[in-house]
């Protein structure tokens, strides 16, 4: 299933037309003495933030304490309530998915649920209903959602191209975010990064001949490079750039054997973007050059 996943809106933006776009934005002042908890439930992706005080959410059942500053996405569909805590809050809320055109929610989500049913792991309730966001793409996330509720309020020239563009910078921050939060969460789930790197070190295995990069298979399971690279190196004791290098002058060797293929035939077939480049690497991983092997194979 890995390959037909891809990382939240990506597959969206570049298919089908379909843009990402905030349908609501609301602010609201809550005090504690009109707080009465009402369940709602709405069909688009809820991005809520709290600027001042601290409120108690039930979702699907589940009670999650909310402080100042705290930032979550709770997705569609899921009953929710709120209780204020404190004497008062003030929050921020912005409803968005994906559309054809602004009236049309045809598309609401279904990149960004697969991006977080993968990035998970389990199925857990609280996985599936909400993710709370924290590190530093929470500032900007933040940031961006106050210019959108700002250029919503205002009648500024240009305002629904700006609309546009600070809704695509959300989509993509937030998708940034949700990645890290679940690289970091991957940090104590060490059997889920073991199973993610032997999952990419397969895909590596079946395509090192096609041209790949550490970056396609960092991305394949949606894991950074660096942090793919890490991982690989614990699970394998060597970086996968090593790896894939490996791989590739194990066959072109194979290949360099046979002496109806040309030197620059191996180069493309083993994976190499050139003959310049597979000459270099071959003579630092064997000692000597493509010919020299082949000459001491075949001859």
Not at 65 to 74: F, Q, S, W
Not at 200 to 212: L, M, R, S, T, V
Not at 219 to 239: K, P
Not at 278 to 287: D, I, W
């Amino acid at each position: 299933m890995f390959d037909k996943l891809l990382p939240a809106i990506d597959d969206t933006l570049l298919n089908s037309g379909s843009m990402p776009v905030v349908f609501e934005g609301f602010e609201h002042v809550l005090e504690k003495k009109d707080s009465e908890p009402v369940v709602k439930t709405h069909q688009d992706n809820e991005l809520f933030y709290l600027r001042h005080g601290k409120i108690e959410f039930i979702i699907e059942g589940r009670k999650v304490i909310v402080d100042k500053g705290a930032a979550l996405v709770i997705r569609p569909n899921v009953p929710h309530s709120l209780r204020v805590i404190t004497p008062t809050a003030e929050t921020m809320s912005l409803h968005f998915g994906f559309a054809i055109n602004r009236n049309d929610r045809r598309t609401s989500q279904q990149s960004l649920d697969s991006f977080l049913e993968f990035a998970s792991g389990d199925d857990s309730v609280e996985n599936q209903s909400f993710t709370v966001l924290s590190g530093t793409f929470k500032k900007a996330i933040v940031s961006i959602m106050e210019r959108i509720v700002e250029e919503r309020q205002e009648d500024y020239l240009s305002k629904e191209l700006m609309l546009r563009i600070l809704t695509v910078e959300l989509m993509i921050t937030l998708a940034r975010a949700l990645k890290k939060e679940w690289e970091e969460s991957l940090r104590v789930k060490n059997g889920k990064t073991r199973e993610l790197v032997n999952i990419a070190k397969e895909f590596i295995d079946a395509n090192y001949e096609h041209g790949i990069t550490v970056a396609n298979a960092a991305s394949y399971v949606f894991l950074s490079q660096g942090y793919f690279t890490r991982a690989f190196r614990d699970e394998f004791n060597m970086s996968p750039m090593s790896y894939l290098m490996k791989k590739r002058i194990s066959k072109a060797c194979e290949l360099l054997e046979n002496n109806e293929i040309k030197v620059s035939a191996v180069a493309s077939q083993a994976g190499f973007s050139s003959p310049q480049r597979f000459n270099v690497a071959f003579r630092k991983q064997t000692g000597m050059t493509p010919l020299e092997y082949r000459k001491q194979h075949i001859y």
